[in-house]
């Protein structure tokens, strides 16, 4: 049982380049979140998802998209990356309904030159 | 503003003691308030969730409080073993919508 995968687990970009971070969950979970992570800053939502299909912006959403076209997957994508967005990327999951436990996964480290 | 803070970014204590951490928040009126472990290069693994209207909540070794008019909760590790050394994340739901807001963490250690 893998829990929460997050892919890839590091990756350095150039200013103005596109990428595309993957989530994947196999509990079955509804609700899907991508979080930020900074020094001195905490953990800050930028998007998440209540279901296959939806998203909804969180506290830090400009410069991010996402998307959530299947159940298990939350991508989240930079269009034009910027050295402000270096950071810790984390992905969690929850059952939904109600303040639940998040399950997350390990992160993806994105330096961006 | 908004703003959640914890009580030190560092916390040294002796193995066996118990340790306490502080979460206090300004300007909200959580329904819920969440703590999490985080390993370094991990993310962070889910403790013990406390409601609005309880006190107090334990789990083995784990005890959680919440006082909502000091605007503060806090979170005891009994008998602290190395093992527990990590950061411990408070995080509040406003409104059980499962939105969370996270406070900076504190770092612990327990030394042997």
């Known amino acids: 049982n893998a829990g929460v995968t997050q892919t890839p687990k590091f990756r350095v970009l150039k200013t103005g380049q596109s990428m595309t971070l993957l989530c994947a969950q196999d509990?079955?979970?509804?609700?899907m979140y991508w979080y930020r992570q900074d020094p001195g800053m905490g953990l800050r939502l930028i998007h998440y998802?209540?279901?296959?299909?939806?998203?909804a912006k969180g506290e830090v959403p400009d410069g991010y998209n996402v998307s959530r076209l299947k159940k298990q997957n939350f991508l989240l994508g930079l269009e034009s990356a910027a050295p402000s967005q270096t950071s810790v990327y984390f992905c969690?999951?929850?059952?939904?309904?109600?303040?639940?436990?998040?399950?997350f996964g390990d992160g993806t480290r994105l330096s961006i030159l | 503003s908004q703003k959640i803070e914890q009580n030190s970014e560092a916390l040294n204590i002796q193995e066996g003691k118990t340790a306490t951490l502080t979460c206090n928040y300004t300007?909200?009126?959580?329904?819920?308030l969440q703590w999490y472990r985080q390993d370094p290069g991990r993310g962070p693994v889910f403790l013990l969730l406390?409601?609005?209207?309880?006190k107090e909540k334990r789990k083995e070794r784990l005890k959680v409080t919440f006082d909502t008019t000091l605007k503060q909760s806090l979170f005891h590790i009994t008998a602290s073993q190395p093992a527990d050394s990590a950061t411990y994340l408070c995080?509040?739901?406003?409104?059980?919508?499962?939105?969370?807001?996270f406070g900076t963490g504190t770092r612990l250690t327990v030394i042997p």
């Open positions: 969690a999951s929850s059952p939904g309904t109600g303040s639940q436990p998040q399950h």
């Open positions: 998802s209540v279901g296959e299909g939806t998203t």
């Open positions: 509990m079955n979970h509804e609700y």
């Open positions: 300007n909200y009126s959580p329904a819920y």
């Open positions: 406390i409601r609005e209207n309880e």
């Open positions: 995080a509040l739901d406003l409104t059980g919508a499962n939105n969370l807001f």
